[in-house]
Antibody, heavy 116, light 107 residues
Framework: EVKLLESGGGLVQPGGSLRLSCAAS????????MTWVRQAPGKGLEWVSC????????YYADSVKGRFTMSRDNSKNTVYLQMNSLGSGDTAVYYC?????????WGQGTMVTVSS | EMVMTQSPATLSVSPGEGVTLSCRAS??????LAWYRQKPGQAPRLLIY???TRATGIPDRFSGSGSGTEFTLTISSLQLEDFAVYYC?????????FGQGTKVEIK
């Protein structure tokens, strides 16, 4: 069974930083693309970033490019999302997602609130 | 950036009835289209990928069709757990984009 467990969310002040983690299990992590998707309160889904194993490239949405950095540690089956220069528009539930082209398995999400 | 437009925004339906949801892409995405159902307070769940393939464990009351720019999700007989928000997603190129969602509510 695929399991994705996010952690690291919380309350942060505008301009601050936060690092999210996602521990994965139940599949061959090393060969799978991984993705972050977020959802602002009461809003729709927004793709944030993806680490492509085949391209050895990380892709980012324009809204986070230059501020967010996605990384992975294959020895720990974990992906990370380093978020800097946070603003109110970044307040959302952040989901870690297993990516087979389409997004086929989702974690339960971790809430990030940017507020003074 | 690919724009995905879902219609209608809201559907009011009685349990047991069938519904058809639409998703339109601003340019062709081939068959690289997925559908998700999101219940309140839960993460989205994959229903359909490659436009028409049901994901593992998804009942056959869900069916997807379309290619290019026009796609539909049909639910043949709504169960209580189907009253939720549905999203389409293209994975044809970067960036990936979702539709804005269709809410299916109880009439």
């Amino acid at each position: 069974e695929v399991k994705l467990l996010e952690s690291g969310g919380g309350l942060v002040q505008p301009g601050g930083s936060l690092r999210l983690s996602c521990a994965a299990s139940g599949f061959n992590f090393n060969i799978n693309d991984m993705t972050w998707v977020r959802q602002a309160p009461g809003k729709g889904l927004e793709w944030v970033s993806c680490f492509s194993v085949s391209d050895i490239t990380t892709y980012y949405a324009d809204s986070v490019k230059g501020r967010f950095t996605m990384s992975r540690d294959n020895s720990k089956n974990t992906v990370y999302l380093q978020m800097n220069s946070l603003g109110s528009g970044d307040t959302a539930v952040y989901y870690c997602v297993k990516n087979s082209g389409f997004f086929d398995a989702w974690g339960q999400g971790t809430m990030v609130t940017v507020s003074s | 950036e690919m724009v995905m437009t879902q219609s209608p925004a809201t559907l009011s339906v009685s349990p047991g009835e069938g519904v058809t949801l639409s998703c339109r892409a601003s340019e062709s995405v081939g068959s690289s289209l997925a559908w998700y159902r999101q219940k309140p307070g839960q993460a989205p769940r994959l229903l359909i990928y490659d436009a028409s393939t049901r994901a593992t464990g998804i009942p056959d009351r869900f069916s997807g069709s379309g290619s290019g720019t026009e796609f539909t999700l049909t639910i043949s007989s709504l169960q209580l757990e189907d009253f939720a928000v549905y999203y389409c997603l293209h994975y044809y190129k970067w960036p990936r984009t979702f539709g804005q969602g269709t809410k299916v509510e109880i009439k």
